[in-house]
């Protein structure tokens, strides 16, 4: 029997901005931008690269120390006096922790509401389905989907309420979002890299079956800066779906859906390419798998996943 895993852990990143014309391209200079996650990874390069265009940056993630030295990053790379940077700890992973966060940013910043909300804060610990519990499986979605949830939720009530004054994971709610948050003129965006090589990345792989590394194995990854570099160019451009490298536009193309278009005859060629490349891609993966069944099998022996549980009935005697 094959066993199912996890074969990659993907960060997704949503991206709320208001206001935003599609009509020209979205510049962040003095805005107001806020990027959870953004003491470390590619909330911190990102927080970097918009505060180096001129944006007002808060940044909100958990642990104080790092937010104190990304805080001191952001001051270096400052554009003027008037730049408004702070940093906020809180934790994100409900939805009044998420809507406390959001209001202290905007009280910080004399009321204003976020022009544009980078979502980046999460974390993964890939592991094999057979092997996983009922907690294991919900901190999954709570490091992995509620955690962006809870923080689009405050954000999209905040923005909606600001303009008019006074059933899926990530995609399929960024999708939503998307059509619904167009009667408040905001636009949504989210990105799904791969492999970026950020602290996260390193604890991660503790816990990353053997053969999602050899599957990995060719994925050359992106570094924390070029994956915001690549994130903002696609907010700049307006595209829905954002993608950083070719890997990641070939299953962007031909995955699509009903998704806007970044480029119809770019997003042409892509689908094509895909529809080739990715079908063999997609044999040499499983013949990879099926290549590992008898270690993944002495592996679960090992782990006693085939002796019977407590709780399981013994057999007839």
Known sequence: MLALTFLAAIVGVFTLLYAYSFTKKWDPRAKHCYVT??????????????????????????????????????ESVRQTPNQILKAYSFPLDD?????????????????????????????????F?????????RRGMDNGYWV????????????????????????????TLRSELLLYTVSVHIF????????????????????????????EGMQPDAAAQALLQGVEQGYFHISGDLLGNLFRSTTRGASPHNNVLVDIIF??????????WRRGVDASIMGHRSEHEGYLARQGFFEPRNSEPSEQR
């Open 148 to 175: 962006q949830a809870w923080s689009a939720l405050a954000a999209a009530k905040r923005m909606a309420r600001s303009k008019f004054s006074a059933k899926h994971a990530l995609r399929g709610l960024a999708e």
């Open 37 to 74: 996650g953004g003491s470390a990874g590619l909330g911190l390069y990102l927080a970097i690269l918009l505060t180096k265009k001129g944006a007002d940056v808060s940044i909100v993630a958990r642990n104080e120390e790092r937010l104190q030295s990304a805080l001191e990053q952001l």
């Open 95 to 127: 939805a009044e922790s998420s809507a406390s966060a959001l209001e202290a940013v905007c009280s910080g910043n004399g009321g204003r509401c976020p022009d544009a909300v980078f979502l980046c804060a999460g974390a993964s610990r890939p592991g």
């Open 129 to 137: 389905f057979v092997e996983e519990d009922e907690s294991s499986l």
């Open 192 to 219: 799904f890299p791969g492999t970026i090589y950020s602290p996260g990345y390193i604890e991660e792989n503790k816990t990353k079956p053997k053969i999602t590394l050899k599957i990995e194995e060719s994925d």
């Open 271 to 280: 689908n094509f390419v895909g529809w080739i490349g990715l079908t063999l």
